[in-house]
Each structure stands twice: as structure tokens, then as C-alpha cells.
């Protein structure tokens, strides 16, 4: 998402990051989009859920191929993303609340451990996989016990979305 990058760049930078989860095979399926043969469900699992991957400022879409999967489009694409919720109320602070949270933006995956401990107030920090063929929204409405009030979703990594309508797709400039 982002920059174009030669295929030749990504699969080494891929190869180069990846290389501890063991061997791999890389196949090109079109300009910008790479299909990975990995030696072992352990190593695709780790490398899927172990994201976001960011490569000379592009963020990685992946996910598990699928006979849907095209690589002209952004259908089916999804992303680990670790999303921040800042001045999120303590009194949410809870897995229940958290996922319900999560679950507005995507699927979640799971809590860093100073989150799941309250051992930071500021913000509360969770990975989400995120489907990169929808805007991100900049927050979300909770329904609270003293009224409804919006949370601002802040979104690790990404320098590359679209300010105007939360887009991966292009820039607003």
C-alpha cells in the first residue's frame, strides 16, 4: 500500500525479514503483489498475525490466499494493525469492552501486555486485522454509561493513509 516497489526489492527485504520463521518461496502474481510459499503453517501464522510489515514506508496487505484474491484489487486484502485508543476511560479497560472496541474496527487479535495489565493510561493498545479495501475510520461511537461519546482510533505505522477519508488507496495530497 503505497509506493510502487520492484518486486526484486520486496521479495528481498521479505526474505530478509522472514528468514528466522525459516524457508520460504516467493511467486510474482502481478506488479506490487507477491504470492509466499511458506515450509510450515507455523511460519505462516507467525509471519501473518506477526504485522503490520512495513517496507520503505508501504504498509504489506496479506492474508491467506483465497480463489476470490486478485491482485489488481484491494478485495480481500487485510492487515495486522495495531490501533491506539488515547484517553480511553479505565472504567473500559476490561476484555469484554476492549474487544467490543476492537470488533468495530475489524478482527481482533489481541492486547499488548501493558494494556491487559492497565499498566499505562494514556492509551489503550490493541492489534486488530483490518480489511485494507475499506476507509479506516478515524474513531468510533460507544454507547457509555454516562452517555454516548466518540474515541479516537489512532493507527501504528501508517504514514500512507488518505487524511480527507481514511483511504489506503491514495493520499489527499
Known amino acids: 500500500m503505497g ?5 526484486s526489492v520486496l521479495v528481498a527485504e521479505l526474505s530478509r525479514r522472514w528468514s528466522p520463521f525459516g ?6 502474481t502481478g506488479p506490487n503483489s507477491v504470492l509466499c510459499l511458506f515450509q510450515s503453517t507455523e511460519a505462516w501464522d507467525a509471519v501473518l498475525s506477526g504485522g503490520p510489515w512495513i517496507i520503505a514506508g508501504n504498509i504489506l496487505g496479506m492474508d491467506k490466499w483465497s480463489f476470490s484474491y486478485s491482485p489488481a484489487s484491494l478485495n480481500g486484502l487485510r492487515s495486522p494493525i495495531w490501533i491506539r485508543l488515547p484517553q480511553l476511560p479505565l472504567l473500559y479497560w476490561d476484555y469484554n469492552n476492549l474487544n467490543r472496541l476492537a470488533h468495530m474496527l475489524g478482527e481482533p487479535l489481541w492486547m499488548d501486555g501493558l494494556t491487559s495489565r492497565r499498566g499505562r ?6 492489534c486488530v486485522r483490518i480489511d485494507l479495501s475499506r ?3 478515524p474513531g468510533v461511537w460507544i454507547n457509555g454509561l454516562h ?3 466518540f474515541q ?8 500512507s493513509v488518505c487524511t ?7 493520499r489527499a495530497n
Open 3 to 7: 509506493w510502487l516497489l520492484p518486486v
Open 23 to 28: 524457508e520460504m518461496e516467493f511467486v510474482s
Open 121 to 126: 493510561s494514556s492509551f489503550a493498545r490493541i
Open 135 to 137: 476507509n479506516l475510520l
Open 147 to 149: 452517555g454516548r461519546f
Open 152 to 159: 479516537k482510533v489512532e493507527y501504528e505505522g501508517l504514514s
Open 164 to 170: 480527507s477519508c481514511g483511504s489506503l488507496a491514495h
